[in-house]
C-alpha cells in the first residue's frame, strides 16, 4: 500500500515562495513517476510537475515552468516542489501523487494513481 503524506503549504502573497515535500512509503516499482497535481475549486485537477523516480527526467506543465522546480531525495523516499514567483492563479489543493510515468504523461495529471491527501495553497494578491 503506498502512502503519500504532503506538507508545506500555507498562505503567501504574490511573488512569494513555498516548498512542499511528500514522504511516500510502502512505494512499489509500478509507480515510476512521483509528482504534484493540483485542483482549484470547480476546476479540473492539473498535474503540475513530474519527476521519473529512476533517473530524475522531469516534467512541468507550461503555466508552472521558469517558477516551479521538482526534485527528489530517493535515500529518504522525498519529493519536494520548490514554487517561487507564486500567482494568485496557482491558489490550489496540492496534491503529492505516484504513477506509471506513461499514465501520467498520457492522462497529464495522475489519475490512476496513488495520491496524498493534499497540502493547501493560497496565494494573494
Known amino acids: 500500500q503506498v502512502q503519500l503524506v504532503e506538507s508545506g503549504g500555507g498562505s503567501v502573497q504574490a511573488g512569494g515562495s513555498l516548498r512542499l515535500s511528500c514522504t511516500a512509503s510502502?512505494?512499489?516499482?509500478?509507480?515510476?513517476?512521483m509528482g504534484w497535481f493540483r485542483q482549484a475549486p470547480g476546476k479540473e485537477p492539473e498535474g503540475v510537475a513530474t519527476?521519473?523516480?529512476?533517473?530524475?527526467?522531469?516534467y512541468y506543465a507550461d503555466s508552472v515552468k521558469g517558477r516551479f522546480t521538482i526534485s527528489q531525495d530517493n535515500a529518504k523516499n522525498l519529493v519536494y516542489l520548490q514554487m517561487n514567483s507564486l500567482k494568485p492563479e496557482d491558489t490550489a489543493m496540492y496534491y503529492c501523487?505516484?504513477?506509471?510515468?506513461?499514465?501520467?504523461?498520457?492522462?497529464?495529471?495522475?489519475?490512476?494513481?496513488?495520491w496524498g491527501q493534499g497540502t493547501q495553497v493560497t496565494v494573494s494578491s
Open positions: 501523487a505516484a504513477d506509471l510515468c506513461g499514465s501520467w504523461l498520457e492522462e497529464k495529471w495522475p489519475r490512476g494513481g496513488h
Open positions: 510502502g512505494y512499489t516499482s509500478s509507480s515510476n513517476c
Open positions: 519527476i521519473f523516480t529512476g533517473g530524475g527526467n522531469t
